[in-house]
């Protein structure tokens, strides 16, 4: 069993940044973010294989969200910025053991957070 633990997100006005930082209790195949805005399905947001270095982004953030490259194996660290309205969701960190599929689909992970509220004011 892993656990996730999350912080960081917050309320921000639009063109501001926030920062949301994941940490896995074992080592982990991948780590990722998640994002569930009301109506929405859930959608991959980022995501870093730790044992390859690999970091991955949704179309959608590429250019204003960064995967810190301070991490270590088992953490997540995403800089937000330029932030805007579309961006306001809960956001979730999600964790697999292994590959079961590419990182931006939810069935491809297991272990999920409690999610952080992100609220981008316009």
């Known amino acids: 069993q892993v656990q996730l633990v999350e912080s960081g997100g917050g309320s921000v006005q639009a063109g501001g940044s926030l920062r949301l930082s994941c940490a896995a209790s074992?080592?982990?195949?991948?780590i990722a973010w998640f994002r569930e805005a009301p109506g929405k399905r859930r959608e991959g947001v980022a995501a870093?294989?730790?044992?390859?270095?690999?970091?991955h982004y949704a179309d959608s953030v590429k250019g204003r969200f960064t995967i810190s490259p301070d991490n270590t194996k088992n953490t997540l660290t995403l800089q937000m910025s330029d932030l805007k309205p579309d961006d306001t969701a809960i956001y979730y960190c999600?964790?697999?053991?292994?590959?079961?599929?590419?990182?931006?689909?939810?069935?491809?992970?297991?272990?999920w957070g409690q999610g952080t509220q992100v609220t981008v004011s316009s």
């Open positions: 074992s080592d982990i195949y991948t």
């Open positions: 999600a964790a697999a053991l292994r590959y079961t599929g590419p990182w931006y689909e939810a069935a491809s992970l297991n272990y």
């Open positions: 870093r294989y730790p044992w390859t270095s690999e970091k």
